[in-house]
């Protein structure tokens, strides 16, 4: 499992972006597979909750169904304005239901949450990706995360031999 602060510990700077824009706004885009596999697209809050990145849903909704069936998600965070300020950060992973009751009562009365009827899903992350554009407003920074892996960078150009380099 790895969780929000794993990812936070080794590649902060990369964190507080991507967190920035989660918190930026309220409603992000979560995909998870329907039962025949084809993807679904909902609307969604996330919160970070301790050392873990949540979310959580209605009781019975579609998307909580589709996560307890497969727990496969992607999440992108809502973008803002289309300027991309702050950049584009997007994360995806595996969602695991969280039912122990202590658990739900500890995340209802810490997120004030009204009903004590929800789903909550602790998200194990995969791959947190990051976008930007560079000081120069010369390129495309993408910045890819993953478990073990080390940070990789990527500036993508529109022009030139060279689309996309590897950076340091």
Known sequence: ????????????????????????????????LRRDGSPRVSGTEVRIHGPELTLGSMVGAVKARDLQRDGRFALHANPGDGSMAGGDS???????????????????????????DFHLFRLDLTEVVHTSV????????????KPG????????????????RRLP
Request: net charge negative; hydrophobic share 40%; proline share 7%.
């Open 134 to 145: 560079d000081e120069g407003q010369e390129y495309l920074l993408i910045q890819v995360w």
């Open 90 to 116: 997007k994360i995806s992973g595996r969602a695991i239901e969280i039912v122990d009751p202590a658990e739900l009562k500890d995340y209802a009365e810490a997120t004030g949450t009204p009903s004590p």
């Open 1 to 32: 499992m790895t969780s929000w602060q794993r990812f936070a510990d080794e590649e902060p700077a990369l964190a507080a972006a991507v967190r920035a824009r989660f918190e930026a706004t309220k409603h992000h885009v979560l995909a998870t």
């Open 149 to 164: 892996v080390p940070l990789s960078r990527l500036a993508r150009y529109n022009d030139g031999p060279e689309l996309v």
